[in-house]
């Protein structure tokens, strides 16, 4: 196969519209012993609602352990290679799409082995392969040393939830402990009601029947004592489990590089975080519910071949059979609870988004349009829901008719047995009574699966973010920026064409740098970049004209560095703890950002530095937001200072007011400022460039 050397240009333009294309990676990573969720191959290959290129699978396969290479080739060349290559193909010479060609068969009439994501494994003629396949582009792929096996990530979930119950580990123990009284203490009715109407009664063992009520009494009310007491043991391994898991993926969710929050909405984060309880509740069933089941089979059974050891085999023979129709379900149930925590995040991510854009639903009048998407996307969640309730329904239906079918059986046999003089009438009844907790133990047991897999379920969806990997926080520490000096950098999201583009400028302490582009052109992508929250493909920042920015501490970096975004971001709070956004607040610095003349705007508020913003600042105005944000990024006292659109909310005299502050900050930071437009920029910047097509057009004062 020959190498396609122009990858970007060539395969950024072979895209399909579905998630054929990261069906196929997933496909291929399970073929080669691997496990990988379709939604972190989603993500990892930019794939959005218009599917992804075949740029966006090389990037991809690269990131996920392949040594990845895109390729021109033939069907002769298909015939040759021997391992798996994903296609780009056109079906009905209309569709773009990708497939799989696993291997060729000569003695199987030539036919290619292809894998459709759409469709499943089938044979195609070389002739429809040729048909379809007009491009002649394919991915090769081969697992290197970076690649994944299944058992390593199995192993790895492992480790994360040993971690997390490890400190319960004691608190379990009494619980099962607790769990095995009180199963024991369970079956002293049964054995009572044997000697009751076997021996006691019959003698008339007045003395001997009123001890034995009372020794019963006795160990009811330890019983109940004891049930309380594992309750309490419970609800307090609840509360330290859940805390523990949630900070636990709270922290591992804010560690995560920005790109990530980028690229998903809000309510799969909210979706995902509620699935702690999922697990939780599934903990607690296990080291209580399940456990007392799994010690009241053994238990019962053990009393049962005291009894006759003919109904303890009958036991033994039947309960595997309930167990087996069960657990023939497990596929389903895992896909039916997957598509149901996956439709319930679509609903509160649609929840959220629909609450947050309510000015603009209200002020277009598209409340219908909006109620009908939530209709439709909730109907898609209950529907999902429906399904999984009858397959519960169908699993109950199968196991309670075996349980009804176990029940007559042993009733029947045992009645045979007290007809015959093989048992006694006490017996029957106690035979009767252990069997009942026998049918209930082991139909819990085999039930035990449905929850466990939704827990599996939630547990895979929460160890897939809290696995990935972390931003890097060690690093050089430096003390003060002198210079940085940008040197090509490339960069580009997942699976699109380069944003930029061998981009090289320099900034210095004492400038002020302008740089000037069209929306969408990369401006804002560039400051995230000088952020450390996106990594370069190519190039490379220097500081100081020594230091690598990749080698710095991103915590001292970001120390080091302040932005005052186009969008302000503020938490429910007051205007004191917006601008801290610490516990206490450093008084000197406060006096520093009035001595600027921001005491103007804090003395116009209603109660100064503690007047409540609301909910994302609803109750501030577009420009008090923006000189919050001013105050905030100068609170930290950055040495570089990134403005992006830093007055675009600000009336004339507001902007005057920050082109001051900006000048009398000039000489003692490195600022740049970004913009679409010049404005009175050309003023105060000492230099302007101009970013244009991917590149900087110019280095000068101009005018786009």
């Not at 509620?274 to 059974?301: E, F, H, P, S």
């Not at 973010?465 to 890097?472: D, N, R």
């Not at 996106?534 to 190039?539: A, R, S, W």
Request: hydrophobic content about 40%; overall charge neutral.
């Amino acid at each position: 196969m020959k190498k396609n050397k122009h990858i970007e240009k060539t395969f950024s333009l072979q895209k399909d519209l579905t998630d054929c294309g990261v069906g196929c990676l997933q496909s291929l990573v399970q073929y080669y012993g691997g496990s990988i969720s379709l939604e972190t191959l989603r993500e990892k290959s930019g794939t959005s609602k218009t599917g992804t290129t075949l740029l966006g699978l090389h990037q991809c396969a690269n990131s996920i352990g392949f040594d990845a290479e895109g390729c021109e080739a033939d069907t002769e060349a298909l015939m040759q290679h021997g391992t798996p290559v994903i296609l780009h193909v056109i079906i009905d010479q209309k569709f773009e799409h990708y497939v799989i060609c696993y291997s060729y068969h000569p003695f199987k009439n030539n036919q290619f082995l292809i894998g459709d994501p759409a469709k499943g494994l089938e044979y195609w003629t070389r002739e429809y392969l040729e048909e379809v396949w007009r491009s002649k582009t394919c991915l090769t792929l081969i697992p290197n040393t970076t690649f994944q096996k299944k058992e390593q990530t199995a192993a790895e979930k492992k480790r994360w939830l040993k971690n997390l119950i490890k400190e319960d580990q004691e608190v379990i123990c009494t619980i099962v402990f607790l769990g095995l009284v009180f199963t024991l203490l369970g079956m002293s009715m049964s054995i009572f009601s044997q000697k009751l109407i076997d021996d006691i009664l019959p003698k008339k063992k007045t003395s001997v029947l009123l001890l034995s009520i009372s020794f019963l009494g006795f160990l009811l009310f330890a019983k109940v004592i004891i049930q309380a007491l594992r309750e309490l043991y419970i609800i307090r391994q609840s509360r330290s489990f859940n805390e523990r898991i949630n900070k636990n993926f709270y922290t591992s969710l804010l560690h995560l590089p920005k790109i990530f929050f980028d690229t998903r909405k809000v309510g799969d984060f909210v979706a995902r975080l509620n699935d702690t309880q999922r697990i939780q509740t599934v903990i607690k069933q296990l080291i209580t519910n399940t456990v007392v089941d799994a010690l009241g089979v053994c238990m019962a059974t053990g009393f049962l071949f005291f009894y006759s050891w003919k109904l303890a085999l009958v036991c033994i023979i039947i309960s595997p059979v309930i167990f087996y129709i069960i657990f023939s379900f497990n596929k389903k149930i895992i896909e039916s609870q997957r598509n149901v925590m996956q439709s319930y995040s679509t609903n509160e991510a649609n929840y959220i988004d629909s609450i947050r854009g309510i000015e603009v639903i209200k002020g277009f009048s598209k409340q219908q349009l909006f109620i009908q998407r939530n209709e439709r996307i909730f109907g898609f969640f209950q529907t999902k829901i429906f399904e999984l309730g009858k397959l519960n329904l169908t699993i109950s239906l199968y196991s309670g008719v075996i349980l009804v079918i176990f029940l007559l059986l042993i009733l029947s046999f045992s009645s045979y047995s007290v007809l015959n003089g093989e048992i006694k009438l006490g017996e029957l009844m106690a035979i009767i009574g252990i069997s009942g907790s026998l049918l209930s133990s082991t139909t819990n047991l085999a039930l035990v699966t449905i929850p466990i897999q939704e827990a599996k379920v939630a547990f895979d969806r929460m160890f897939e973010y809290s696995s990935l990997e972390k931003e890097k926080t060690e690093g050089l520490e430096i003390l003060e920026l002198q210079t940085i000096d940008i040197e090509n950098i490339d960069f580009r999201f997942n699976g699109r064409s380069r944003l930029l583009n061998h981009i090289s400028f320099s900034l210095q302490k004492g400038n002020i740098t302008c740089l000037l582009g069209e929306s969408g052109s990369g401006k804002t992508t560039l400051t995230e970049i000088l952020q450390k929250n996106y990594l370069p493909e190519n190039g490379e920042i220097i500081i100081n004209k020594n230091i690598l920015l990749k080698d710095i501490s991103i915590i001292n970096w970001r120390s080091l560095t302040g932005i005052v975004p186009q969008n302000i971001q503020l938490f429910n709070g007051n205007i004191l703890e917006n601008i801290i956004l610490d516990e206490q607040a450093d008084q000197q610095k406060l006096q520093e950002l009035t001595a600027l003349g921001f005491d103007q705007f804090i003395n116009s508020l209603p109660q100064g530095f503690f007047t409540l913003v609301g909910e994302e600042g609803i109750n501030l105005s577009g420009g008090q937001k923006q000189l919050l944000g001013w105050m905030r990024a100068l609170y930290h006292d950055p040495q570089l200072l990134i403005l992006d659109e830093p007055t675009s909310s600000l009336d004339k005299e507001n902007r005057k007011f920050i082109y001051d502050v900006i000048q009398q900050l000039k000489s003692e930071k490195i600022i740049l400022i970004i913009s679409h437009h010049m404005e009175d920029l050309k003023e105060i910047s000492d230099e302007i460039l101009i970013l244009k097509n991917t590149q900087i057009k110019a280095s000068a004062v101009a005018k786009l």
